[in-house]
């Protein structure tokens, strides 16, 4: 069982197994989402994570054309989940919400035409071009 939340703590999600896929993305949305240079994300099935407190919602299409719809904190801004039309079934949540050093390590780097030139990714790890 692992926790994420947002900054100020009144946005969670709790998740039991382990995720589907973790995986490091590129993309300029993720890049625009996190305000960093790639976002990283674990994928859970929909049954295993449970939501507590107040989300509004942002509807985008993704470069797919389906529809990503990330759920934030309202007080503080933090993205805390997301879900992938693309995808059904399953929800990705930031690997940072979990605060947690130990959390295992993305196993995949996607959008990786998108991917700054001074980013070096772990020896290992699986590489999907221009795919969610």
């Not at 989300?55 to 933090?78: H, I, Q």
């Not at 949540?93 to 035409?113: L, T, W």
Request: proline content about 7%.
């Amino acid at each position: 069982m692992r926790a994420a939340c947002c900054s100020c703590g009144q946005l969670q999600v709790t998740t039991t197994g382990e995720p589907v896929r973790i995986s490091v993305c590129h993309c300029l949305a993720c890049q625009r989402r996190t305000g960093s240079a790639f976002g990283v994300q674990a994928r859970f099935p929909r049954d295993a994570v449970t939501m507590t407190g107040r989300g509004n919602r942002y509807v985008r299409t993704a470069d797919s054309g389906k529809t990503v719809t990330s759920t934030f904190c309202p007080e503080c801004g933090s993205t805390v989940y997301y879900e992938l039309e693309l995808v059904p079934g399953f929800v990705g949540i930031p690997v940072g919400g979990f605060a947690d050093p130990d959390f295992p390590a993305p196993r995949i780097s996607i959008y990786e035409a998108q991917q700054h030139g001074w980013v070096i990714l772990a020896p290992g790890i699986d590489h999907e071009r221009d795919v969610d």
